[in-house]
């Protein structure tokens, strides 16, 4: 619930102000409802070494991209906030994800899609703790965005999941809710282990008038 700063070729990031983030990888599996320790072994492996290495960690797949239009009308509007929303549909596009310590002590989820035409996008979004919301995915490359979701993480057989339907505009002292209406709707991802260290995730979202905004569909492998 697919890192962000508005996303050109380049990869140029814009760094704006917002209050202090933490997170730590004991931050992570307390979140999980179900206990950590019943989390698939391959997919607790998997995720223990993301939040804890210190260099980056890549994957590498491919799937399917897929957005309504007005799920396009969010994406446009979203670039405000650091484009956390993909512009284009495709199939068999290439999705590689970076997964690194931050500056500021987070973990960012760098993804990057390459179109068959040749057109990339990078999305970074940030794992954080939030002291007035909990566990949260802050758009931008080390949570600097104003834009952030609150998410809710359980296990179930081979899958790990993630929702949310709280979306917030995050300041100093203060948080303003967004009216689920007026977002991409709600969030559901799953993280399904499918053996020999190859996992599928799925990512959509669901507009409580609209429907169906964004799905992505993704075979992914971790590089040595």
């Given amino acids: 619930m697919s890192d962000i700063v508005i996303a050109d070729t380049k990869h140029n990031t814009t760094k704006v102000s917002s209050e202090k983030l933490l997170f730590s990888s004991k931050d992570f599996r307390s979140q999980v409802k179900g206990d950590w320790a019943n989390v698939y072994p391959p997919i607790r492996a998997r995720m223990d070494r993301l939040l804890t290495s210190s260099t980056p960690v890549i994957f590498e797949g491919r799937g399917l991209v897929r957005r309504s239009r007005i799920g396009g009308v969010f994406a446009y509007l979203a670039k405000i906030f650091g484009a ?75 899958s790990l999941y993630f929702s949310s339907c709280v979306y917030v505009l995050r300041f100093k002292h203060f948080n303003i809710p967004i009216p689920l209406m007026f977002t991409p709707g709600a969030l559901f991802a799953e993280h399904r282990d499918l053996g020999k260290g190859m996992f599928r995730y799925i990512l959509k979202f669901n507009h409580p008038l609209w429907g169906e905004t964004f799905y992505q569909d993704g075979i992914f492998k971790m590089l040595d």
């Fill in 84 to 158: 956390p929303l993909v512009f284009k549909r495709g199939e068999n596009v290439k999705i590689t994800v970076r997964v690194a310590p931050t500056s500021n002590d987070l973990r960012c989820w760098h993804r990057l899609f390459t179109y068959s035409d040749g057109y990339e996008q990078l999305v970074q979004t940030s794992k954080a703790m939030d002291s007035k919301l909990g566990f949260i995915d802050a758009v931008g490359a080390e949570g600097e965005r104003r834009l952030a979701t609150k998410m809710n993480v359980w296990t179930e057989g081979k």
